[in-house]
């Protein structure tokens, strides 16, 4: 492929990027099987949350489990004790995570660094005891929550097209809505903010006003997700809560290409092939998952995305 | 009077910097500030743009208190500071690194780059670019034509010239005396041709005190002025 065309193949695969999105995950759904790759979309749209945080803002987290966590039980109690709507609960779960993010943001966007990923943990952690323990009563403990809903309108959540088209609907629509702000005058700040934090404040802008933001967008994207999986699973337990599971996204995103959406989503994509599949083969997978993991930080710093951007085009891309 | 810094000390730490500095400037003014290294002048600029907070002394800024005010609050009041690393947004584009300050300043992005246009005139042929492939007197322009966004009444630049080529030291100096009358500015500089054609006034800091403070002629006697460095 000649020079001038490769940035023309990126440019024409970014104007339909939904559409290819959409197609290939289409492709994916018919070799693998739906159920499993709406497994996958719902990861990606969790990736896409932790992008905006890591790969846009520059805030390394170890804790945003948390909010995936706090979009499943609330889309599970929404459930439980406000009826079966499913679109009720996906409301009530992505206002829940945008919630928790508003009260614990003022305290965690102040840091940066080891001490943002180390308190975003240890806020992960007693959410995770909250759920495990304290809570019980009504998280269902160890237990967990069995997830029912009734069909809305042409919403049946039990069946599984109807599970993968609404994943990937609204994978598409956070794409789209990460896009737009990451192109606003907004994304250009959290990547000024992940350059030099001190040089924006020096411009006149209230840092602490847009990290806030960016950490309750993030949250409640990541809550979404949360709640989509509680609808995809049926059921909710602990595990959505997990502080160990924090490094499945880090990995996903690293993967994938941070501060690209589309990195986030290719990321999404390549590590939960790896975790469905390389478990067949290999008993301890995590270890080779560990092995790829120092390639692509040696080999490919800007991840898969981003080695593919660096073959088709003159400039990384950073939507 | 637009600036006025009376009896400014700064510490950092228990080592004292700055002993009762008081400077004034006033609206549409341009004022050095020379010295040796570790006189001081930094310290003086980066306190007065609320990096640190005085120990002793006040900072008015158009009769108002900025003295240790947050940086966002001092750079609101109209007064922006551009560092001596010429550091830009190296992993935006030069059309980013404008548009982030257009934004904070509430200008239209394409009334903006016609503003820095005037500070950088080749600016356009770069707004695609990383901004970290400019040379350093392109990035010096570029930072100086983005802290002119929005009209600020004073500016401070922390030693605009150093490390610049020849060729980049006079599309500096053209672009600091296109600005003439329109903005006040306070500038640290080392370099003491500069000194004498641009200003109206020099401060001479010595071991973090106003060692002398030259008007007229004084301004543009050399050999004063390396008396102090």
Known sequence: MSALTRPKVLATLRSFDLAVIAVLFGLLAWVLSIQRV??????????????????QMGRLSFGHMLFL???AYASALTAVHLGGNPVLALVMATAAGGLVAL?????????????????????????????LIAFATWTGGED???????????????????????????????????????????????????????????LG??????????????????????????????????SFVDPGRNVEVIFACLIGGAGSVYGAVTGGVVYMLISNFLPSY?????????FALLVLVFRFRSGLWGFVVSRLGPRAEET | MLLSVKGLDVAYGRAKVLH????????????????????????????????????????????????GKPAEEVARAGLRYVFQDKRVFTRLTVRENIEIAAHAARLPLASAIERVVGV???????????????SGGQRQLLLIGRALLGEPQLLLIDEPTEGLSGGAVEEVFVALDRSKGKVAMVIVEQNLSLVGKLAERVYAVKEGRIAAELNGAAVRDESTLESYL
Not at chain 1, 114 to 128: E, S
Not at chain 1, 151 to 164: A, H, I, N, S
Not at chain 2, 120 to 134: C, E, Y
Request: charged share 15%; hydrophobic share 50%; net charge positive.
């Open chain 2, 20 to 67: 009762g500095v008081s400077v004034r400037v006033d609206r549409g003014e341009r004022v050095f500030v020379v010295g040796r290294n570790g006189a001081g002048k930094t310290t003086l600029l980066k306190t007065i743009a609320g990096f640190f907070a005085p120990a002793a002394g006040t900072i008015e800024f158009d009769g108002r208190n900025i003295g």
């Open chain 1, 38 to 55: 709406t497994d996958f979309v719902i990861f990606a749209i969790f990736v896409v949350s932790f992008d905006l945080l890591y790969g």
């Open chain 1, 69 to 71: 966590g706090t979009g």
């Open chain 1, 282 to 290: 290999v008993q301890r997978w995590e270890m080779l998952l560990g």
């Open chain 2, 120 to 134: 950088f005139p080749s600016v356009p042929r770069f707004l695609d670019n990383p901004a970290g492939g400019l």
């Open chain 1, 103 to 131: 009260l614990l943001g003022p305290m965690t966007v102040r840091t940066t660094g080891a001490c943002f990923a180390l308190i975003n943990l240890a806020f992960n952690q007693v959410w995770h005891f909250l759920a």
């Open chain 1, 205 to 238: 802008y209230d840092v602490f006003r847009a990290k806030l933001l960016a950490f309750v967008v993030s949250g409640a994207l990541a809550a979404f997700a949360g709640g989509l999986s509680a609808l995809n699973y049926g059921y909710v337990t602990p």
């Open chain 1, 144 to 202: 967990g929550l069995a997830v029912w809903m009734q069909p809305v309108g042409p919403l049946d959540f039990g069946d599984k097209r109807v599970m993968f088209a609404f994943a990937l609907v609204s994978l598409l629509a956070v794409i789209w809505l990460t896009r737009r702000l990451t192109d606003s005058p907004f994304g250009i700040l959290l990547r000024g903010i992940k350059q030099n934090e001190m040089r924006v404040r020096f």
